[in-house]
């Protein structure tokens, strides 16, 4: 059979780069060499050149080296097992640790082709270190499998969104081009990797590069002229934006997206679900949103508490359900399992020195030996519950908080008002949910409530009584990063109770009534003595003083043994 058109095309265009080549050589070995610069004078390796290249990147250099840095905490180790010319990555025996710490142990990494998975696991168990491990290739990927990440904001600089978006399409469309040209020179062309190759450049069509830019911006929130906005001049939200959307536009192998939705209002998620839903590559996302991922997801990855992956098929509500009777199985099996060793040990132990029965209780011991050697059914393990305990307040007569005839702008000026107008009552039984697109003041209402601001026109009144507290999306927002949480905590408690020790006896002077001493064979009542968990406290730092003064003394009198 006589092959395709497009292979036919493919068949000249290597002849001709083949012709080409040929002729290039001669003409090269009819001259004299040049050393190891250019032809042309090309000055790209020149020393002088690296030189100017070094102190115009020096921020890049910065950022390279925390990369670096973190890098090499980092530790991963396995075995990539999937075709090298393949779409899919498979990795076995795949193994992390993060300073030391050792976050995933001999698991398996099966990611196919047209999938997109939901990576689940407890806050803190390594999901965020394993999409930057293999985003970084801490394991070597073929490089045909271009991998994007989605963590940090867009570069802040003159370019706009849609040109900075375009542009990294662009070093796509060349990459792919090149990678083209290795494979049609080939000695033995891989008809399969050239088509999917052909392919993935006919998907980006260069032609409409702007219009789809521009498409998936207006999705996650741009208007015309944001569009237009350098990024210097963009919030870290809204650059976070660009980061995805040049993610989206790019449409990478393997898209890698951790929390996607954190800086996105309620449309652009929705926008978003809709949008992944058909993403046709490989998708790997962390989200704390059930429904986005049970719109988006065809699979699901658990990185149990045991430190592997565990895959189910389906969306999150599929796997809740399969999990859950999986484990009802387990459960049972066990218990029918450890039902079944008891009854055998209860015959052993009774079994006695009659030589018969001594044979059979042999022969029960072999049956548990065969169950222990093909491995025990486990014990599902339940997970650490997590409690939210909210104390009981009084009421307060409505309303707490009150705004009447409310308007604000940052400015003062009239025309640039978020809020006219603005009237309304909040009562103890208020539960509120606050929507709209990013810009349009919702963060900005919460700190009128709260009065980090106060309003241009209208008042706000506030029961006398009334005590508010703010929990922010940025951390940084609220904590001190060089503290540690029982540092942070510790300030605050010593803030709101100035007279209270913070330290252990903390609990004691909260809970106990009395204090009673155990010593010398008796029990002395402290509190009639007017001592209390403070002065006990104190007594006991002077004694300790004491006794250290003490052995430093006895050390210094003591006489010196024999050399």
């Excluded at 002849?15 to 070995?29: E, F, L, N, P």
């Excluded at 004299?32 to 390796?45: L, M, Q, R």
């Excluded at 801490?138 to 370019?159: C, F, K």
């Excluded at 609220?478 to 010593?494: A, G, T």
Aim: contains cysteine; aromatic residues 8%; glycine residues 6%.
């Amino acid at each position: 059979m006589a092959p395709s058109a497009s292979k036919q095309k493919r068949l000249a265009e290597k002849a001709a780069k083949k012709a080409a080549g040929v002729a290039a050589d001669t003409a090269s070995s009819s001259t004299t060499p040049t050393g190891t610069g250019s032809v042309n004078g090309s000055a790209t390796n020149t020393p002088l050149t690296s030189l100017h290249a070094s102190a115009a990147n020096s921020s890049d250099d910065l950022s390279a080296m925390a990369k670096l840095s973190i890098a090499t905490d980092r530790s991963a180790s396995g075995v990539l097992v999937s075709d090298v010319k393949g779409r899919d990555v498979k990795i076995d025996q795949y193994t992390l640790s993060f300073h030391g710490r050792l976050l995933i142990e001999g698991a398996e990494i099966a990611l196919n082709y047209g999938q997109r998975y939901g990576l689940l696991g407890e806050n803190g168990s390594g999901k965020s270190t394993f999409l930057q491990s293999i985003a970084e290739r801490d394991i070597e990927i073929p490089p045909h499998i271009d991998i994007y990440l989605v963590r940090g904001e867009a570069e802040p600089s003159e370019v706009n969104a849609i040109d900075f978006i375009v542009a990294s399409a662009k070093e796509k469309v060349a990459r792919i081009e090149a990678y083209i040209e290795e494979l049609s020179v080939a000695e033995d062309v891989d008809d399969v990797a050239l088509d999917a190759a052909y392919e993935e450049l006919e998907e980006l069509d260069p032609s409409t590069f702007e219009t789809k830019a521009g498409s998936i911006l207006h999705g996650l929130g741009f208007s015309p002229e944001m569009m237009k906005k350098a990024t210097k001049d963009m919030s870290g939200g809204w650059r976070m934006r660009v980061a995805l959307a040049r993610a989206l536009f790019v449409k990478p192998h393997l898209l890698l997206l951790d929390e996607p939705t954190n800086h996105l209002d309620l449309g652009a998620v929705v926008w978003l679900e809709a949008y992944l839903s058909t993403y046709n590559h490989i998708l790997v996302i962390t989200s704390h949103s059930q429904d986005f991922m049970d719109a988006v997801c065809t699979n699901i990855m658990d990185l149990t508490f045991k430190k592997k992956l565990v895959y189910y098929t389906g969306n999150y509500t599929t796997y809740v359900k399969t999990k859950q009777e999986n484990e009802v199985n387990q459960m049972k099996a066990y218990n029918k399992q450890q039902e079944e060793i008891a009854h055998i040990k209860k015959f052993i132990a009774s079994a006695g020195t009659y030589a018969n029965l001594v044979r059979q209780a042999k022969s029960k011991q072999k049956i548990i030996d065969k169950m222990e050697a093909a491995g025990l059914i486990e014990k599902i393990e339940a997970p650490r519950p997590l409690r939210f305990n909210f104390e009981d307040i009084k009421k307060l007569p409505p309303p707490i908080i009150a705004f009447d005839e409310i308007a604000f702008s940052y400015s003062g000026k009239k025309e640039d008002y978020l809020y006219k107008k603005l009237s309304f009552g909040i009562d103890m039984d208020s539960r509120v949910a606050i929507l709209g697109a990013n810009g349009t003041g919702k963060s900005t209402l919460l700190h009128l409530i709260t009065g980090a601001l106060q309003p241009c026109e209208g008042t706000i009144s506030k029961h006398a009584s009334l005590k508010l507290a703010k929990y922010s999306q940025h951390s940084a927002d609220q904590l001190p990063f060089e503290s540690s949480p029982i540092e942070y905590f510790q300030r605050l408690f010593s803030e709101k109770y100035p007279e209270k020790d913070i330290q252990v006896c903390r609990l004691i002077s909260q809970v106990a009534e009395e204090l009673w001493e155990v010593a010398d064979k008796t029990i002395k009542n402290l509190t009639k003595q007017d001592i209390s968990i403070i002065d006990y406290k104190k007594n006991l730092v002077k004694q300790s003083n004491a006794a250290i003064e003490k052995a430093k003394l006895f050390s210094k009198t003591a006489p010196k043994g024999r050399t």
